[in-house]
């Protein structure tokens, strides 16, 4: 027996889509040649590149930590929730730290930093229980299938 589901993206996927690949990066260049005509090509340009170097040692310090975690959750017979949002932070904020520019830095390590990935992880998490709690939609009818073959 299959259950077949019918998901509907939310509303506001469509715009911060849009956001996300068009204004953040028109920004950021906006910032970098703001940044290079004030205090030169040479001091942003090494600044852009430490924050990636730091970024990616980070990662992987975190990252390693996060595994340690989970293998020692998994040894203890729990389930290692928290360890494995913790690694699906890290691995958005490793990849958001190879944009270049400094907002998507900024970002990134703040998925990278304990502290503010515990805060972020805690906003995530309520937003998933309030999405659950969320009444369905009327339209979409939740059932499920089987084939019946004919009979020869």
Known sequence: ???????????????????????????????LVWMGKTIGWLPTFVLCASTG?????????????????AQQAMGEGRFPKDEVLDG???LVGGVVLLTPGLFTDAVGFSLLVPPTRSVIKTGLEA????????????????????????DE
């Open 1 to 31: 027996m299959h259950q077949a589901r019918i998901v509907r993206l939310p509303p506001w996927l469509f715009p911060a889509l849009v956001v996300a690949l068009t204004v953040v990066p028109l920004g950021e260049l906006w910032l």
């Open 88 to 90: 699906a932070l890290l």
């Open 53 to 69: 170097f730091l970024g990616a040692w980070l990662a992987r310090w975190q990252g390693f930590r996060t595994i340690a975690r």
């Open 127 to 150: 937003a998933w229980k309030r999405a659950q709690r969320e009444p369905r939609d009327p339209d979409i009818i939740d059932g499920s299938a089987r084939v019946v073959e004919p």
